[in-house]
C-alpha cells in the first residue's frame, strides 16, 4: 500500500506560488509581457486579499520572491513622538517594547512579519485570476502598441472570412474588418487571399484594439508608389494631390525636386512598368499621372489629361474654372458620367465648367 504523505500549509502554499511562476515565464516567453509587470499584478492580488483578511489595515505591503514564488506579508510601523493612526505609527517606547532587539529613533520604519496560516491557496487562487486578467490588459496593451505604428501605412493580410458585406482580414495576432464602404466595388475575396490594405485609424477599446482598414483610400495609392517608384520613396519625386474614385480612375499630380527626374516617367516607369505594378495592386483601376503646376490654369489644363485644351480661365476669388476645349474633346473631357471632369475638379480645387470652341463661340 502506497504511504501518503500529507504536506503542510506551508508546503502547499510554496507549490501553488511555484506553479504560478512557472506560468508567469511561460507568458512573459509567449506573449511578450514582462515578468515585473506580471508580478507587480500578482504582489496587488495578495495584498488586497491580506487587507482583506486583516481588517483593510494600510500599512501591510507583499512581498514576492521571483525565482521561488514565495511570499512574505508585512506590517510597517513608522516611529513617531504622538499617535495619529495606530495601525501605522509608534511611539519610541511602544517600539522599543515591540522591537527589543533593535536601536529605534524617531522617524524609523520598523516592519513585523504577519502570519499568514491557511491563506497560501486562497491567496494563490486570487493571484491567478488577478493574472489572467492582467494579461488580457497587457496584451491589449502590447497589441495596440504594435498596431498604432501602423496607422497611415499599407499592411498586408489574410482573408479569413468573407460575409455579404464585410470582410475579415488577419494582420497576425489581431483581425481586422474591411467593410462594404471601405471596399472597391466589384472586387471580390476568397478565404486565404493575400491583401494589402490601409490602416486608416487603431482605436484601443476595452475589447481590444480595433484595426480600420480600406481599400478605397486615395493614400492605399500614394503608399503603393512609394513601395514601386524609389523617386518617391526618397522624396526626389513629390506627390503633390491626388483624386481617386475606387475600382474605377485616380488621377495625381506629381513634380520632381531635381530637374534632371522626369517625375511622370519615372512614376510610369520603362514600359510603364511602374504604374502597371500599382494597376494590378489595384484590380485594373486605371491611373492617371500629370504634372504638377503652381500655375492654377496650367494645373487644370493638366488634369482633364488625356483631353485636349484649347484654354483655360480662372476666377480666383469663386475657385472657379472656365474651359475650352476642341470640339472632339468635349466628351473626353468632360468623361464617362463626368468622371474626368469630376477628379480633376477633386485634384485641382476648382469648380470646372467645360466649353467646346463651338458652344463658347455662341455664347460671344
Not at 497576425?172 to 494589402?196: C, H, M, N
Not at 470640339?327 to 477628379?343: E, M, P, V, W
Request: charged share 35%; net charge negative.
Amino acid at each position: 500500500m502506497k504511504k501518503v504523505v500529507k504536506k503542510s500549509a506551508e508546503e502547499l502554499k510554496k507549490e501553488d506560488f511555484k506553479e504560478l511562476i512557472t506560468a508567469i515565464d511561460m507568458i512573459e516567453k509567449e506573449r511578450d509581457i514582462s515578468k515585473e509587470v506580471l508580478l507587480k499584478a500578482v504582489e496587488d492580488s495578495l495584498l488586497q486579499a491580506c487587507k482583506e483578511q486583516f481588517d483593510k489595515n494600510e500599512n501591510i505591503r507583499v512581498h514576492i520572491d521571483p525565482e521561488t514564488g514565495a511570499y512574505d506579508v508585512y506590517r510597517d510601523f513608522t516611529v513617531v513622538d504622538e499617535v495619529l493612526d495606530e495601525t501605522s505609527q509608534l511611539t519610541l517606547e511602544q517600539a522599543q517594547a515591540k522591537f527589543p532587539l533593535r536601536e529605534i529613533q524617531i522617524g524609523d520604519v520598523l516592519s513585523e512579519e504577519v502570519a499568514t496560516k491557511g491563506f497560501g491557496r486562497i491567496a494563490a487562487g486570487k493571484a491567478k485570476q488577478v493574472i489572467v486578467q492582467k494579461l488580457r490588459e497587457e496584451e491589449r496593451k502590447v497589441l495596440y502598441g504594435q498596431y498604432s505604428g501602423k496607422e497611415k501605412e499599407v499592411v498586408t493580410g489574410i482573408v479569413q472570412k468573407t460575409s455579404r458585406k464585410d470582410v475579415i482580414i488577419s494582420l497576425g495576432k489581431i483581425d481586422a474588418t474591411l467593410i462594404e464602404t471601405e471596399q472597391i466595388p466589384g472586387e471580390l475575396f476568397r478565404t486565404g487571399d493575400r491583401v494589402k490594405v490601409y490602416v486608416v485609424e487603431v482605436k484601443d477599446t476595452t475589447k481590444g484594439p480595433r484595426v480600420i482598414v480600406s481599400r478605397t483610400h486615395p493614400e492605399l495609392v500614394k503608399r503603393f508608389f512609394e513601395n514601386e517608384v524609389a523617386e518617391v520613396a526618397d522624396g526626389t519625386v513629390e506627390i503633390r494631390a491626388l483624386s481617386r474614385e475606387a475600382g474605377k480612375r485616380t488621377k495625381m499630380a506629381v513634380s520632381s525636386n531635381d530637374p534632371k527626374v522626369d517625375p511622370v516617367g519615372a512614376c510610369v516607369g520603362v514600359n510603364g512598368s511602374r504604374v502597371n505594378a500599382v494597376v494590378d495592386e489595384l484590380n485594373g483601376e486605371k491611373i492617371d499621372i500629370i504634372n504638377w503646376s503652381d500655375d492654377p490654369e496650367q494645373l487644370i489644363a493638366n488634369a482633364l489629361s488625356p483631353a485636349e485644351v484649347t484654354s483655360v480661365s480662372v476666377i480666383e476669388e469663386e475657385r472657379l474654372a472656365n474651359v475650352i476645349v476642341p470640339d472632339d474633346q468635349l466628351t473626353l473631357a468632360i468623361g464617362s458620367k463626368g468622371q474626368n471632369a469630376r477628379l480633376a475638379a477633386r485634384l485641382t480645387g476648382y469648380k470646372i465648367d467645360i466649353k467646346s470652341e463651338s458652344q463658347a463661340e455662341g455664347l460671344e
